[in-house]
């Protein structure tokens, strides 16, 4: 099947990524950072690796990223900033490499809470995290009325063992449909 590769976004170790980091641990350096420029940093993160991106999958590296715009788009909208809606949170991101598939593995919001060190970092607060949630069904049901990128949709509470059957699956999927196609740029169309 070729190569693989997993990434991540937000990319915590370039320089734009310490400063993201240093917003989700709340440091006293960034208690005035606001919730346009840390939606633009998260973004530009991105942007950083576009380049990389591209040349990878152009080589025919196949990648698997854990978060990608669609969490800057959930996360900043879900603040309820006026002016932050949908379409303000997407442009910064509009002409990125575009996801052949996004993978969304759901459970409810109370059973993610219990886990790992849920918590600590800015935005693992029950509530915020419902209204994301919320965010990324609204974004799914989007994509899906106007044929975008296709979503899917796993049982997180599931064993590992059947998650990762599952994404298997997919994956074969959609790296059949997509092995000849160009890459798509995200939000442009
Ligand atoms: P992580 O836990 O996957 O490292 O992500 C860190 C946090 O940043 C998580 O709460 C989701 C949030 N986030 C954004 O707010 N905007 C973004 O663009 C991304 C990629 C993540
Ligand atoms: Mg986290």
Known sequence: KG?????RFPDRTSHIGKLINDYLLSTKETENTSDQTIHLLFSANRWEAA???ETKLNNGVTLVCDRYAYSGVAFSSAKNVPGMDLDWCRTCDRGLPS??????????VENAAQRGDFGNE???KIDFQKQVREKFMALKKGDEDASLVPWHTIDAQ???ENISEQINNIVDNVMEAVKEKPIRKLFTD
């Not at 190569?3 to 990434?7: H, N």
């Not at 996801?99 to 459970?107: A, S």
């Open 158 to 160: 599931q064993s590992i």
């Open 51 to 53: 380049k990389d991106i």
């Open 99 to 108: 996801p052949d598939c996004i993978i969304y593995l759901d459970m409810p």
């Open 3 to 7: 190569p693989a590769e997993s990434i």
């Open 122 to 124: 800015r935005y693992e």
